[in-house]
């Protein structure tokens, strides 16, 4: 973990209030997909954590969902504009058991992470798959990007307005994969937890305190003990998950 | 050269900075970030005679210059503590660490502070009779004088440790609780633990936090910190630690003013990693810029 004051490059709307914010300065201490960062937000207390889209060793990108104070008051920073960052939160996605082809299951502003993870995966030659879920066709982002990647990318909506009508869980059944990763809502998460057939990884959220593991604030129980999201997770285990 | 040295019941403290029970877990996460041996000392997670969870998530609101936390007292136990935590501690602290303590019986509190008692690393017993996040224990025993006293009696017949017992700030009058612990042979007081808070979300129109009530903490609270501690600290003849908000070099000088002895700095930790730090940095700054020389001399002088 490092304090970082990173420089705003661009922050811009990419659907309706999801925004895409890019980040230059010193990011070396992200060095997995599925980690996150605690964004400082003038006039709020806590530090607002933010999962990480893409990353690089000076720039970062994140895609967040206006859904309250902070994230509005995120919305409005300008390029130029600083950002006090914690950066390099949590503990990421691990590759070691992706096999030949791994599956990516995001739903909503759950997307975002799995972005730098299909990129990682690519890396390794794996046979990338991603599932992406919304609500309804205004509401998707980041299609083009997966697909530019070489993904296959399977696009549900809940009302049917494009792709696949219904939940991610409705397009599990056109897909064939070794392991899969997924991000979203919680019951999401749970569904694809009894829906899918390999083992995975999962990525929680949480209201937190700190954000690097002192508060306790975020804990959890699973099966290998008591776990807090910020510094044990986000990423979890599908064998170590107790709902 | 200033000095910003203490004497907290006999054991002498490089300056005054204690980050609070509850913000600093026990020390590993502040230690991957800079030398913790800078600090005065720091006060470890409470911790009670069996493992526990605490309540259920989310436990964590934000509030207009501070939070709510209603965590409640999750800790491995004091065995583990014992057996695993302080020898991992040892590692990279050399100072004396603040052993938090908290239990649900009076029975609970002794036992815990009797295994505690054969850990040379810990330097002082600080106990919490003020959490107001569990029920039947915590703050029950710290709104009632006479439970605060059979817990200070209880704990001080265990341990020939300095013994601080923290107090509560949701009380009607502080003052007289500080005064029963003090009559019951308690080495210090500490104060103040979290008021006691809560946020709705209007959208849900449910409790933020699932145990809907938490503890308040943060720099909204320290006025109300600053005045128990000044009152207490004038009614008392034991050392105070002052706590509640405590977020600069400046406030850590006004705590000490009202009478604070030590200072202990919480919530700040959690938004800003290296608060403390900081603070331990800026004290010899903002000591020459009020002319002070040594803090010892400042303690109760307003």
């Known amino acids: 973990m490092k304090r970082v004051y990173f420089e705003i490059t661009e922050n ?16 070396s201490d992200i060095t997995r997909a599925g980690q996150f960062v605690n964004v400082k937000i003038d006039g709020l207390y806590l530090r607002r954590p933010v999962s990480v889209c893409d990353f690089s060793r000076d720039a970062l990108t994140m895609i967040y969902k206006v859904v309250g104070k902070g994230t509005e008051k995120l919305s409005m920073k300008k390029p130029g504009e600083k950002l006090d960052v914690l950066s390099g939160l949590g503990n990421g996605y691990t590759l070691d058991n992706a096999g030949k082809r791994p599956l990516l299951i995001g739903g909503g502003v759950g997307v975002p992470p799995l972005y730098g993870l299909a990129k990682e995966l690519k890396k390794l030659g794996a046979e990338v798959s991603v599932i992406l879920g919304f609500n309804t066709k205004s509401g998707i982002f980041y299609r083009e990007e997966f697909e530019k990647l070489g993904a296959k990318v399977l696009v549900t909506t809940a009302d049917g307005s494009y792709g696949i009508k219904g939940f991610v869980t409705d397009a599990l059944g056109q897909t064939d994969y070794t392991y899969f990763y997924a991000c979203g809502p919680e019951p999401m998460l749970k569904a ?28 959890c129980k699973t099966v290998t003990g008591y776990k807090r999201i910020c510094k044990d997770g986000p990423v979890l285990e599908k064998g170590e998950i107790l709902w | 050269m200033v000095n910003t040295k203490v004497t907290l019941c006999g054991v002498e403290l490089d300056n005054p900075v204690i980050p609070a029970s509850g913000t600093f877990g026990y020390g590993h996460e502040f230690a ?20 526990r969870f605490g309540n259920p998530t989310p436990r964590i609101a934000e509030c207009t210059a501070g939070m709510i936390n209603s965590v409640g007292l999750q800790n491995p136990g004091v065995e583990k503590v014992v057996n ?24 609970d509190y002794a036992y815990t502070c009797a295994k505690l008692d054969g850990c040379e690393q810990v330097g002082w017993i600080e106990v919490n009779v003020s959490c107001p996040n569990v029920h039947g224990g915590g703050m ?14 209880a704990v001080k017949k265990v341990t020939a440790k300095p013994v601080l017992i923290k107090l509560s700030p949701n009380v009607t009058d502080i003052v007289s609780i500080a005064k029963a612990c ?16 809560m946020r709705i979300d209007i959208k849900r129109r449910k409790p933020v936090i699932s145990n809907v009530l938490g503890g308040f903490s943060g720099p909204a609270v320290f006025p109300v910190a600053l005045g128990m501690v000044y009152r207490v600290a004038k009614a008392v003849k034991i050392p105070v630690v002052g706590m509640g908000g405590v977020s600069s070099a400046e406030d850590v000088i006004e705590m000490m003013l009202a009478g604070a002895t030590a200072v202990e700095v919480g919530a700040a930790n959690l938004v800003n990693p290296f608060a403390s730090s900081e603070i331990v940095d800026d004290l010899p700054r903002a000591m020459e810029k009020y002319g002070i020389n040594s803090l010892e001399n400042i303690i109760g002088r307003c």
Request: hydrophobic share 35%; charged share 25%.
């Open chain 2, 140 to 153: 029950s025993f710290g709104t009632s004088e006479k439970a605060a006293a059979e817990v200070t009696r």
């Open chain 2, 32 to 51: 991957e970030l800079y030398d913790i041996n800078k600090l005065g000392a720091f006060s470890f997670k409470g911790t009670t005679r069996e493992e």
């Open chain 2, 84 to 107: 695993e935590e302080l020898p991992k501690l040892k590692k990279v602290y050399r100072k004396k660490v603040m052993a938090n303590v908290s239990g649900f019986s009076v029975e």
């Open chain 2, 182 to 197: 003090e009559d019951a042979g308690a080495d210090g007081v500490s104060l103040i633990n979290t008021l006691l808070g």
């Open chain 1, 192 to 219: 694809v937890y009894k829906n899918t057939v390999t083992d995975g990884q999962f990525s929680f959220e949480e209201r937190m305190g700190c954000g690097f593991g002192a508060c306790m604030g975020c804990s």
């Open chain 1, 12 to 27: 811009i709307p990419i659907a309706p209030s999801v925004y895409k914010i890019t980040l230059s300065g010193d990011a």
